[in-house]
């Protein structure tokens, strides 16, 4: 299936590594004119250099942002308007589930947590929204599955991917005026090198393991690669009818009929 994704123009946030890399691997094999971000710039390039082995460099622009600073949002908007003229596809992959335990975190804990998770993403959908309008194109949201059931997650994690996807439907509604599209993805358990679910199998293996078997139906975690593919589909135009959805992608983990 083709999905004429070549030469869209594509920022990724978040795509030094893990889900965020996995994506940005999947444009650049459809084509497509992919803007890399992170917070370092060393990172970006070393990247960038790794990528043009395998993908034209002209198609690659890499750009350091701190997505919680909207001056910094701003001035990436401006650069990305110079280089590729506009914006077709814009995916958010934003956040971090490291927190407290306790059950109701403070509200330290909560603000901090909902800026890098929930206001970040707000932000970007809203300086970028200009350029997405004028195209007519597409916005994808990156949550979890922590936003859609109680998992075991913390609290304020939890909440701000809830606010999230709520906020994904409410914008699709909104945004179809202007023939744009949004989704969510909420990722399930996905392992990559360096993330979150490494350094818990290195702790402890064992538990793991028997945790993954009891709560996931497909008995294993998920990959990046998995997750890129459905961006990939709901963001080009062989998903146009598709907008305001969440899809979960987690082995079975929440399955559920309503």
């Given at each position: 299936m083709?999905?004429?994704l070549?030469?869209?123009?594509?920022?990724?946030?978040?795509?030094?590594?893990?889900?965020?890399?996995?994506?940005?691997?999947?444009?650049?094999?459809e084509?497509?004119?992919?803007?890399?971000?992170?917070?370092h710039?060393?990172?970006?390039?070393q990247?960038?250099?790794?990528?043009?082995?395998?993908?034209?460099?002209?198609?690659?622009?890499?750009?350091?942002?701190e997505?919680?600073?909207?001056?910094?949002?701003?001035?990436?908007?401006?650069?990305?308007?110079?280089?590729?003229?506009?914006l077709?596809?814009?995916?958010?992959?934003?956040?971090?589930?490291?927190?407290?335990?306790e059950p109701?975190?403070?509200?330290?804990?909560?603000?901090?947590?909902?800026?890098v998770?929930?206001?970040?993403?707000?932000?970007?959908?809203?300086?970028?929204?200009?350029?997405?309008?004028?195209?007519?194109g597409s916005?994808?949201?990156?949550?979890?599955?922590?936003g859609?059931?109680?998992?075991?997650?913390?609290t304020?994690?939890?909440?701000?991917?809830?606010?999230?996807?709520?906020?994904?439907?409410n914008?699709?509604?909104?945004?179809?005026?202007?023939?744009?599209?949004?989704?969510?993805?909420?990722?399930?358990?996905?392992y990559f090198?360096?993330?979150?679910?490494?350094?818990?199998?290195?702790?402890?293996?064992?538990?793991?393991?028997?945790?993954i078997?009891?709560?996931?139906?497909?008995?294993?975690?998920?990959?990046?690669?998995?997750?890129?593919?459905?961006?990939?589909?709901?963001?080009?135009?062989?998903?146009?009818?598709?907008?305001?959805?969440?899809?979960?992608?987690?082995?079975g983990?929440?399955?559920?009929?309503?």
């Open positions: 083709k999905l004429n070549h030469e869209k123009r594509v920022l990724i946030t978040g795509s030094s590594r893990g889900i965020g890399l996995a994506i940005s691997e999947a444009f650049l094999e084509g497509a004119r992919v803007t890399l971000t992170s917070r710039q060393s990172d970006l390039d990247l960038k250099n790794t990528l043009s082995q395998r993908f034209v460099q002209s198609s690659i622009l890499a750009l350091a942002c997505f919680t600073d909207i001056e910094r949002i701003r001035k990436l908007k401006e650069q990305i308007n110079l280089t590729w003229k506009g077709d596809i814009l995916i958010i992959n934003l956040g971090s589930g490291k927190s407290v335990s109701i975190p403070s509200i330290e804990n909560f603000e901090r947590i909902f800026q998770n929930f206001d970040s993403a707000i932000n970007t959908s809203r300086e970028f929204y200009s350029l997405i309008k004028e195209s007519r916005i994808l949201f990156i949550a979890s599955i922590a859609v059931e109680v998992t075991g997650a913390p304020d994690y939890s909440v701000a991917k809830s606010a999230l996807i709520a906020y994904s439907k914008l699709a509604r909104k945004a179809a005026r202007d023939g744009v599209r949004v989704n969510c993805i909420a990722p399930g358990n996905i090198d360096g993330g979150t679910w490494e350094e818990k199998v290195k702790a402890d293996p064992e538990r793991i393991q028997r945790l078997e009891t709560t996931v139906p497909l008995h294993r975690f998920g990959k990046p690669e998995e997750i890129a593919a459905a961006v990939a589909f709901l963001a080009s135009e062989r998903s146009s009818f598709t907008t305001g959805a969440c899809l979960i992608i987690d082995g983990q929440t399955a559920r009929i309503f």
